[in-house]
């Protein structure tokens, strides 16, 4: 489902795009050929992404063939002291965990195409981080547990599982991204990635992941996504 077909958007969501190419104080033709450097272009393009509710400065052009999304304005960047994921619900164990307990656990690594519904794609992508079927284990899933929500320190993305899916060895509580540590714009400093699925699947700052007796629909799938997300490729 393309997200940037009109009839999908949120309400309003034309208009905020023209509010947010009035906030750089250009045209859209004037963006494609502006003289920006690189990477001041790519600062930009990620600052104006944290104040675009609608992810439409994915609309815009960026050399590294991501486009930086956020469903809210501002989001708080967590470091090392911050940050922290915590594991309830239908769980034997609840866990919380700190960057350095998820660095000190086996480390996996998952190379695959990035696919946003949008239509951009970014080739070979690699991601390294906790598996997420190592977390279950650790806190141990308990009777009646069948699906996984997941919550975002922005406040307000929201996805979702099945445990089924989340047991895939291609799932990942990503810590690195590209080879570096996830940075802010892109989720950082840990988000979800769930490689066989269309990207929008794969949380940015993720902060909780609650173990539910069924499917919650997530942010986008409350706004008519697939609740599987499911690449064509993914066998
Ligand atoms: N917290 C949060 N996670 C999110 C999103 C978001 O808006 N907020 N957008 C999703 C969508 S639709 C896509 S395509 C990817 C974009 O990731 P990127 O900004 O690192 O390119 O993040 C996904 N995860
Ligand atoms: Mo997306």
Same mark, same amino acid.
């Given at each position: 489902?393309?997200? *940037?077909?009109p009839?999908n ?18 045209? %859209?033709?004037?963006l494609?050929t502006?003289?920006?450097?690189q ?11 944290q *104040? ?9 052009p ?17 470091d ?10 239908l ?7 700190t960057? %350095? *307990? ?14 946003c ?30 699906a996984?929500?997941f919550?975002?320190?922005d406040?307000?993305?929201t ?77």
């Amino acid at each position: 489902m393309p997200e *940037n077909d009109p009839e999908n958007m949120p309400d309003g969501a034309p208009v905020a795009r023209r509010t947010l190419l009035g906030m750089l104080g250009v045209g %859209a033709a004037g963006l494609i050929t502006a003289p920006y450097l690189q990477a001041g272009w790519e600062g930009l393009l990620a600052k104006a992404s944290q *104040n675009d509710p609608t992810g439409l400065t994915g609309l815009l052009p960026n050399p590294g063939g991501f486009r930086y999304y956020s469903v809210v304005r501002s989001v708080p960047r967590k470091d090392e002291t911050e940050y922290e994921l915590k594991i309830d619900g239908l769980v034997d164990r609840p866990r919380t965990y700190t960057l %350095a *307990n998820l660095r000190a656990l086996p480390q996996a690594r998952v190379v695959h195409d990035v696919h946003c519904t949008d239509g951009w794609r970014v080739e070979k992508v690699p991601f390294d981080g906790v598996k997420l079927s190592d977390l279950l284990d650790d806190a141990g899933v308990g009777t009646g547990g069948k699906a996984l929500r997941f919550t975002c320190f922005d406040g307000a993305y929201t996805e979702s599982l099945t445990l089924e899916q989340a047991r895939r060895s291609d799932v990942l509580v990503a810590l690195r991204m590209q080879d570096a540590p996830i940075t802010h714009e892109h989720g950082g400093p840990v988000r979800l990635y769930v490689a066989p699925m269309y990207f929008y699947k794969s949380a940015k700052w993720l902060s909780g992941i609650s173990i539910t007796s069924r499917v919650v629909p997530g942010y986008w799938e409350e706004r008519g996504y697939d609740v599987d997300g499911w690449l064509d490729d993914r066998h």
